[in-house]
């Protein structure tokens, strides 16, 4: 089946340390990527996506890149700042029809604390 | 506001009392789900819907039920709640397109903070 592998957490960075969290899928077909992220005491809520290889989702200073052929969606920021401090989620839909394709699939999530 | 709400935000229970987790969500969405997330585990959805009168099992089912009796509601119920099932709840939704989810984006609910004593 389906699955997302990130990097375990958590993660400590200083104030404009540059940021990377690794992110690799399993997946049948041709899945959309995504990355979800959590503030403390909030639901998740979608930081950038991308549909198809190469493609390159950017929001909030983050982006990532579909890579295809290295099965990755790593998320970077060059410059983090306290407010950055959250859990991410990296996600993947199966782009198959049927009942699956619906389905979003999680990793486990990162914690990142950004610290002054 | 486009938004999902759910309620009680905070819960203590004890065991074998039925509850209900409510959920709405006022954009019109098709699909609604319900996740639980539990430390070290993330997120693992329990069950789905695809629009009134269709759901069906996610990846944790097992203690819960569901109904999608209207569009805009899909309350989460506990018949009989057991400590395994403490856990923090989150509801989402979005917009169906076409066979996959594709660009379409889940809304969050705040979650749902449930203690099973």
């Known amino acids: 089946g389906d699955s997302v592998t990130q990097m375990e957490g958590p993660v400590t960075l200083s104030e404009e340390a540059f940021l990377t969290i690794n992110c690799t899928y399993t997946?049948?077909?041709?899945?959309?990527l995504f990355w979800y992220v959590q503030y403390p005491g909030e639901g998740l809520q979608l930081l950038l996506k991308?549909?198809?290889?190469?493609d390159k989702g950017s929001n909030k200073g983050f982006e990532a890149t579909y890579r295809k052929e290295t099965t990755s969606f790593h998320l970077e920021k060059g410059s983090v700042q306290v407010s950055d401090s959250a859990v991410y989620f990296c996600?993947?839909?199966?782009?198959?029809?049927?009942?699956?394709?619906?389905?979003?699939?999680f990793g486990k999530g990162t914690k990142l604390s950004v610290i002054p | 506001e486009a938004q999902v709400t759910q309620n009680p935000r905070y819960l203590i229970t004890v065991t074998g009392k039925k509850l209900t987790v409510t959920c709405s969500q006022n954009?019109?969405?098709?699909?609604m789900s319900w996740y639980r997330q539990d430390p070290g585990l993330g997120l693992r959805q329990i069950y789905y819907?695809?629009?009134?009168?269709?759901?069906d099992k996610g990846d944790v089912p097992e203690g819960y039920k569901v109904s999608r009796k209207e569009k805009r509601n899909f309350p989460l119920i506990l018949e009989s709640p057991s400590p395994n099932q403490t856990s923090l709840y989150f509801c989402?939704?979005?917009?169906?397109?076409?066979?996959?989810?594709?660009?379409?984006?889940?809304?969050f609910g705040a979650g749902s903070r449930l203690t099973v004593l």
């Open positions: 989402a939704s979005s917009f169906l397109s076409g066979h996959s989810m594709g660009a379409n984006v889940l809304t």
């Open positions: 997946a049948t077909g041709y899945p959309s």
């Open positions: 991308a549909t198809k290889a190469d």
């Open positions: 996600a993947l839909s199966a782009s198959y029809s049927g009942a699956g394709s619906y389905q979003l699939t």
């Open positions: 954009m019109n969405h098709e699909y």
């Open positions: 819907s695809m629009n009134v009168e269709v759901t």
